[in-house]
């Protein structure tokens, strides 16, 4: 089949929503990947995430959002600043009480490159201490 099961695996990261947020909200942003080959996964993350963060995450893996327990919209260090439904009224509609940090897309940038990275070298048999994401770079 198209599925190599023997990497068939899953791997998550997670941040704090108190380093992103500014409030009173507990909980975390949760990333996951699913891989698939060694080469190739998905990359799911428990929010509807702005599309302008598919550039952080390599080519050779799938996108989802919306996994899990959402909390809600995931926007950009741009978008913030412009305000709107999206970063500003819809926090509430998901039970997070506070606003967007306007500085928080490195943070999200820099989880996934580490997961992608992390995935690439685990299943390729890279020693950890060799596998430098474009983050660290």
């Not at 791997?11 to 990333?31: P, V, Y």
């Not at 690439?120 to 048999?125: A, E, K």
Request: net charge neutral; hydrophobic share 35%; charged share 20%.
């Amino acid at each position: 089949g198209w599925v190599d099961q023997s990497v068939l695996g899953i791997h998550q990261d997670q941040i704090n929503l108190q380093s992103l947020l500014q409030g009173e909200s507990a909980g975390e942003l949760k990333m996951r990947c699913l891989s698939l080959t060694k080469e190739h996964g998905i990359i799911g993350v428990t929010a509807e995430v702005f599309a302008e963060y598919c550039k952080y995450i390599p080519s050779n893996f799938m996108r989802a959002g919306c996994l899990g327990d959402v909390l809600g919209y995931l926007p950009t260090d741009r978008a913030i600043t412009q305000g709107g439904y999206e970063c500003k009224h819809s926090m509430n509609l998901f039970g997070f009480k506070g606003t967007w940090n306007e500085s928080i897309e490195k943070q999200i940038r820099d989880t996934f490159s580490k997961l992608s990275c992390f995935v690439s070298c685990t299943l390729n048999s890279v020693p950890q201490k060799l596998c430098i994401s474009p983050a660290d770079r």
